[in-house]
């Protein structure tokens, strides 16, 4: 949530306006939890591209502090409804930030700005947790919506992301690796990237 203190729950509604089928919120679940993990207790977090606000429900009382930005965020939600970086306010630092199913959307031009906006929110020692799909996932996603079993975000978005190319990105801005798995049948890849604590 945006603000100080511990996230509300109560704040962070249960759905988000635009149609959402139960395999989006199955898929949705699968990402979270394969997240959370990477989520210290007691830590700020960011959720950029937060949707409904999912994941920061899920991360609860864990977490000392969460804030949620994405431009379809519910109004009255405590999310903020905007693009990340340029519609937040809070400039951090954060212990975490995630990106579920976020990063393949940024334009590939943009995307070293948008990993130095992510890295300027780190404090040292921070993290980076995102998921990608495999490039097979827009094959299976197009025919799932075609069947109306899954909604789905617009495939040509994903501006043919490859998932391998994800860690020169954060590498470039400083930041190493600490994980990388494949999950969903390896259908999606997590990623966990650090900023080393001698880099402020």
């Known amino acids: 949530m945006a603000g100080a203190g511990r996230p509300d729950r109560d704040r962070c509604p249960r759905r988000?306006?635009?149609?959402?089928?139960?395999?989006?919120?199955?898929?949705?679940?699968?990402?979270?939890?394969?997240?959370?993990?990477?989520i210290p207790a007691g830590g700020r977090l960011?959720?950029?591209?937060?949707?409904?606000?999912?994941?920061?429900?899920?991360?609860?009382?864990?977490?000392?502090?969460?804030?949620?930005?994405?431009?379809?965020?519910?109004?009255g939600s405590g999310l903020i409804r905007g693009s990340f970086p340029q519609d937040l306010r809070?400039?951090?630092?954060?212990?975490?930030?995630a990106l579920l199913a976020v990063f393949e959307h940024v334009p590939d031009g943009e995307r070293p700005a948008f990993v130095a906006a992510c890295r300027d929110l780190l404090r040292p020692g921070g993290r980076v947790v995102i998921t990608v799909p495999a490039p097979l996932v827009d094959r299976i996603v197009d025919t799932l919506r075609r069947l109306?079993?899954?909604?789905g975000m617009d495939i040509e978005a994903h501006h043919g992301y490859r998932p391998e190319e994800t860690p020169r990105y954060f590498a470039a801005a400083g930041m190493r690796l600490v994980t990388h798995e494949r999950f969903e049948l390896g259908l999606n890849h997590l990623f966990v990237f650090e900023l080393p604590a001698a880099s402020r």
Do not use: E, F, M, N
């Open 16 to 38: 988000a306006r635009r149609r959402v089928t139960p395999l989006d919120r199955l898929i949705q679940r699968l990402r979270i939890r394969k997240a959370l993990p990477h």
């Open 46 to 75: 960011l959720d950029i591209g937060c949707a409904d606000g999912a994941l920061i429900r899920a991360a609860g009382g864990s977490v000392r502090d969460a804030v949620g930005i994405d431009p379809d965020a519910p109004a």
């Open 90 to 97: 809070d400039r951090g630092p954060y212990d975490v930030l």
């Open 148 to 151: 109306r079993l899954l909604h």
